[in-house]
Each structure stands twice: as C-alpha cells, then as structure tokens.
C-alpha cells in the first residue's frame, strides 16, 4: 500500500512538475524546475527496476542538461539584458 501511495504522488509530482516547466514564463525558474523534473524521473526509473536508465537520466537529463541550461541562461542574460519578472536581485 504505501509503495502504491509513493508511485502515485511520483507521478503526479511528475506531471504537476511537467506543466510548470512547459508554462513558466521566469527562464531560470524553468531550468531549475526541468532539473528537479530529471531527478523526480531518475527516481521513477529506479522504481521500474531499470537502475541503467536511471543513473542516464539523473547524470545526462538532470545534471549536464541542467548545467547547459543555466549556463545559456547566464548567457543571455549577460548578452540581452535578460531580466527576471518579478525584478531583479542584482538591482538592489
């Protein structure tokens, strides 16, 4: 019962985690949200017993992808004049 509980609050942290990625206008928030998105999937191959496509999702999907996001982040950012919504920390 409780692993049955945990599968369904993983997918639909999943999901949840999913449309907040595809509908966040903040760029960096995106990026942060698609990283947390590839470790929750690291943590659903793993409950399907495929530990291979797990440590694949968590090293290339969550970790490299996510330090290749931010970075363009970063670099538009620098480049554009790319400013957060909600204002920017660095103003202050």
């Not at 690291?42 to 999907?61: H, K, M, Q, S, V």
């Amino acid at each position: 019962m409780t692993a049955l509980l945990f599968d369904v609050l993983l997918a639909l942290m999943l999901t949840v985690l999913a449309w907040r990625v595809v509908t966040t206008r903040e760029l960096l928030q995106s990026v942060v949200l698609f990283i947390a998105y590839g470790l929750l999937m690291a943590i659903a191959w793993t409950r399907l017993d495929a530990p291979d496509i797990a440590l694949a999702e968590a090293a290339i999907g969550a970790g490299l992808m996510g330090v290749l996001l931010l970075d363009t982040a970063g670099e538009l950012r620098r480049r554009h004049g790319w400013r957060s919504e909600g204002g920017d920390d660095d103003t202050a």
